[in-house]
């Protein structure tokens, strides 16, 4: 591909709250698009609604994307430093005869709405009005929006995901392409845009899909090269009801705070709405980019299932090395006291390995937190299902102290003899290795399941472990005392 018809895609934000995860979908799939093919990924931040944009919300865009490894190339385009463009092909199409100002006030347009009709259009009073009265209009100071003749007939087009599309003319009203106060509406600034930028494709959410035909006609008006288009699904819960605050954390902040990784939530949002035809789940970018096809988005709505992206957050834990993990994970166990700064520095081997035990089994990071504090302090508390099963034997109590006093008599306490000595207890007592090590994982770590019991043991140490079996003894008496 030569680079005149090199691909160049999008993602158009408007900066007026934080990053939603049904954009980040969108600016996922350009990106994909994009890398592909070979091609150009761009940033327009669409911030000509001066009122509702801030420059916070567009720092937080730029900086979710950088966190999700979404990179943009060129410089960012501002679609307010495009203003003169836009005021310049709006002269344009007034020159041309394709557009005209409307000196209709709001008065004018009650009046014209007789009834609460939604679907009320614009009847085009003001289409004919001669050069004398225009200039009358303007001399007297009226104020104008500039509308768009819109043209007889059908607009048709092939959505890359959608179809075939088919739109009578009639459905749409001149519609206003500059307001009164000299500012572009959305459907006419991302046409100037989107051919000044080059784009090729657009790729945008399914919700746009009724303003194409509209923007397909400016730019015909305009003699330009019309774009392929791709729209994709709207993203809803469970509930089929598009994704909104009261029903879950919407910005990629919250989902950043919640412990997703970049890679996991993207992994996760690429399924909604995309997939391959062998049903795999799991991918890294690289991956995506080999593989990703627009043809294979569905026009479904896809249903967002926090569920399966944390899943799939957790196979990409697992999948990080201990050492990409490793800053990630220690500022959640700093943040939660569980160690300090020094720790960080002077048992940087330990932590690696508690990281290299439990990452298997974690789907966000601050699950390091919740599953992974008995690597630093007794149990405050015990599962109550487990208690029961493993704990309610009368004979428990006495193979914990055998437990406690054999390990307190092993002088190099490792891997090796640990576990030797809990199977010979075991063996000597004519029960189940399996019942002993339920009963003093239990105690060691107040849950059923872990990681293997004897890598908890060493990485705790001889004494700490003593002292839980201790602990455990007492609740046990006390739990006796109590039935
Ligand atoms: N600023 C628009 C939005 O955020 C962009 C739509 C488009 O991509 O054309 O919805």
């Not at 100002?101 to 001669?130: A, I, M, P, Q, V």
């Not at 923007?215 to 509930?239: C, E, G, R, W």
């Amino acid at each position: 591909m030569n680079n005149n018809n090199k691909i160049r895609v999008r993602f158009a934000p408007s900066p007026t709250g934080h990053l939603h995860i049904g954009s980040v979908r969108t600016a996922l799939f350009n990106y994909l698009f994009a890398k592909h093919n070979d091609g150009k990924f761009l940033l327009r931040i669409e911030d000509t609604d001066t009122e509702r944009s801030s420059e916070n919300m567009i720092k937080n865009i730029i900086e979710s994307l950088k966190w999700l490894n979404l990179s943009y190339d060129d410089v960012i385009v501002y679609q307010s430093d495009n203003i003169k463009k836009h005021k310049q092909s709006a002269e344009k199409l007034l020159k041309d005869g394709k557009a005209y100002r409307c000196f209709c006030t709001k008065k004018d347009l009650e009046k014209e709405r007789k009834s609460e009709d939604k679907f009320h259009k614009y009847s085009g009073k003001c289409r004919n009005l001669t050069d004398e009265q225009i200039n009358k209009n303007i001399s007297e100071g009226k104020k104008f929006v500039i509308r768009f003749k819109t043209p007889e007939g059908v607009t048709k087009f092939k959505d890359m995901v959608y179809k075939d599309i088919s739109v009578n003319n009639s459905e749409f009203d001149d519609f206003i392409i500059m307001r009164s106060d000299g500012s572009p509406t959305y459907n006419f600034a991302v046409v100037v845009d989107d051919f000044d930028m080059k784009i090729t494709h657009v790729i945008r959410g399914e919700d746009h899909l009724s303003n194409t035909p509209k923007q397909i006609l400016l730019y015909l008006a305009m003699n330009k090269k019309v774009p392929k288009f791709a729209h994709v699904p709207l993203i809803t819960d469970s509930q089929k009801k598009r994704l909104s605050k009261r029903t879950g954390a919407v910005s990629v902040d919250e989902y950043k705070k919640m412990g997703f990784t970049p890679e996991g939530l993207i992994n996760g949002l690429v399924h909604l709405g995309w997939g391959t035809s062998n049903n795999k789940t799991i991918y890294t970018m690289e991956n995506l980019i080999e593989k990703f096809e627009l043809n294979r988005v569905s026009k479904k709505r896809a249903i967002f299932d926090i569920e399966k992206i944390k899943w799939i957050n957790g196979k990409h834990i697992s999948a990080m090395s201990d050492e990409e993990l490793f800053s990630l994970v220690v500022e959640n166990w700093k943040n939660n006291s569980l160690i300090t700064e020094e720790n960080i520095v002077s048992e940087k081997k330990r932590l690696i390995k508690i990281i290299s035990l439990l990452k298997s089994r974690m789907r966000l990071i601050p699950d390091f937190v919740v599953y992974g504090e008995y690597f630093f302090k007794s149990p405050t508390k015990y599962e109550q299902n487990a208690i029961q099963k493993h704990w309610t034997d009368t004979e428990i109590k006495n193979l914990l102290e055998k437990m406690a006093i054999e390990f307190k008599n092993i002088r190099k306490f490792n891997l090796d003899n640990s576990e030797e000595t809990v199977r010979r207890i075991a063996s000597e007592n004519d029960i189940k290795a399996g019942v002993l090590i339920h009963s003093l994982r239990l105690a060691i770590t107040g849950f059923s399941v872990s990681p293997s019991i004897f890598d908890i043991l060493i990485l705790i140490g001889k004494s700490e472990t003593i002292k839980r079996i201790k602990l455990a003894i007492k609740f046990i008496e006390k739990m006796n005392i109590r039935l």
